[in-house]
């Protein structure tokens, strides 16, 4: 049970081959053991799991049930769970309790009866490439715990490479799924902006955050995006479409499909290695009757420079609230208001956090708001119209997703631009509101390598197809660390 996907583990709790509360013992007993060895959960509450696997059961045995009830998955510590710890990764929420759902953990818990495990790990307020930056220690990637898993999403990355879990939230703000994704071997999967809503989930840049499914195969993700989009009234970012089925595609051919190839992606700057995994996926994709062709986003270097004006301008106003005084750190010792606000902020944030926030409030001031951030404003909208011209010419997009496999830990700490360059392919995404997925695509030296997919606005069905297809021809996506059984 610990490698069977998503619909295996449902038709098993349908054949009542295992019970959720056996299932759900099963993952409990394994994080129990093998946690240790890689930091994933911050938090795991074996009674509430267990409490929600008993009624999964019963919802089961009632014929209440739909095709996830039951079955047990990681929450990234970024979402409001009412009566569990909500970290975020920070000193600064260390003890707070979520009093409310997010909208996410209620949409897969209440409605389709999935159980959660714990909160995982993450790069602290979703601020990082590593997850190195976490209050509670470094996450170490399963495939080598000498290098990192990724970030921001980097407990639930290696909660699933080392099936901690059969799957797992996780949110992306410039790659924080797909480069996690890429560096332990799993499938993620970011929708487009607005998809799945972002109420209760804590906000690190609100116009570029999005929650999105991470898991071994396209299947698996298509079928935990069913359950967590949706229009939502109490998100104002949150889009009405119709329901969609997001694994309604997952078996249609691609013949005819137009694969487009950025000049921009394949250029110097990534691994040799990388790109020669890339090219093979690329070749299998030919045999399974697409078309490449040659596109161009001539904006795209200038994405990584765009998201570091855009997204810590609005963290600094985002994280603003964390000031000591309603919830949350606050500092002990202090002789009057301005100096408690100081106190708790200097000492409940960590390093990264506080040069985003302070790289925020210098481009928002006066003097300098026009110079950055309005023009960092324009930068992402011809970001965006580069991607409305390329999808005229192919229907996906695709390139590496990282420009490297994992990288050592403390490799890259030192030196933060090093850092923000892991999210080079990743980050245009996101500044055009796109959807974006990550699918393995081989190996090297051990290390896993992710393929990127992009889609134009609402065609997720169509990216998890594209996935899909490829992966019914590749086996890159069952291969499971070493000595882990």
Request: glycine content about 10%; proline content about 5%.
């Amino acid at each position: 049970m610990i490698n069977a996907s998503l619909k295996q583990l449902s038709q098993a709790l349908a054949g009542k081959q295992i019970s959720s509360v056996e299932l759900t013992q099963l993952f409990l007993e394994r994080i129990e053991r093998l946690n240790p060895l890689f930091n994933a959960f911050i938090t795991v509450d074996a009674e509430k799991s267990l409490a929600a696997a008993r009624s999964a059961d019963a919802r089961i045995a009632a014929g209440d049930g739909g095709l996830l009830t039951g079955i047990p998955i990681a929450q990234k510590d970024i979402f409001c769970a009412e009566g569990w710890p909500t970290t975020c990764g920070s000193k600064m929420l260390a003890n707070f309790v979520a009093p409310y759902d997010a909208t996410v953990i209620r949409k897969m818990e209440r409605d389709s009866g999935l159980v959660s495990l714990g909160k995982t790990n993450m790069d602290e307020f979703a601020m990082g490439s590593s997850n190195e930056t976490s209050f509670f220690g470094p996450v170490r990637n399963p495939w080598d715990s000498e290098r990192v898993p990724g970030g921001s999403s980097g407990g639930s990355a290696a909660a699933v490479a080392a099936r901690l879990a059969p799957a797992a939230t996780g949110t992306d703000t410039g790659g924080s799924i797909r480069q996690p994704a890429a560096l332990c071997n799993l499938t993620g999967l970011k929708p487009t902006y607005g998809v799945v809503s972002r109420y209760g989930m804590i906000a690190f840049a609100s116009s570029l955050d999005q929650a999105g499914p991470m898991a071994a195969s396209a299947e698996d993700c298509a079928l935990l995006l069913n359950s967590m989009a949706g229009f939502d009234e109490r998100d104002s970012t949150s889009l009405e479409r119709p329901p969609e089925d997001y694994s309604r595609d997952l078996e249609q051919p691609l013949n005819g499909l137009r694969i487009g190839l950025p000049k921009e992606f394949f250029g110097p700057g990534c691994a040799a290695e990388v790109m020669a995994a890339v090219q093979l996926a690329l070749a299998e994709y030919k045999k399974l009757g697409a078309t490449l062709v040659d596109v161009s986003l001539p904006n795209s270097h200038l994405s990584v420079p765009a998201y570091y004006v855009i997204a810590p301008a609005e963290a600094s106003s985002n994280l603003s609230r964390f000031d000591g005084v309603r919830y949350g750190f606050r500092a002990a010792d202090y002789g009057n208001l301005d100096e408690m606000y100081m106190k708790t902020r200097a000492q409940g944030f960590g390093a990264e956090v506080k040069r985003r926030i302070m790289i925020g409030a210098y481009v928002l001031s006066h003097g300098y708001y026009d110079a950055y951030y309005l023009q960092a404003q324009r930068i992402r909208r011809l970001i965006a119209n580069d991607f409305v011209e390329a999808f005229k010419h192919c229907d996906v997009i695709i390139g590496p997703t990282s420009p490297s496999t994992a990288f050592k830990l403390g490799e890259k700490a030192a030196d933060p631009v090093q850092m923000y360059l892991s999210d080079i392919y990743t980050i245009a995404v996101n500044l055009a509101g796109l959807p974006g997925m990550s699918l393995p695509c081989g190996f090297v030296g051990g290390l896993p390598v992710g393929l990127q997919l992009i889609g134009n606005y609402f065609a997720e069905g169509q990216l998890l197809n594209v996935a899909h297809q490829y992966q019914q021809v590749s086996a890159w996506h069952q291969q499971r660390p070493a000595g882990l059984a």
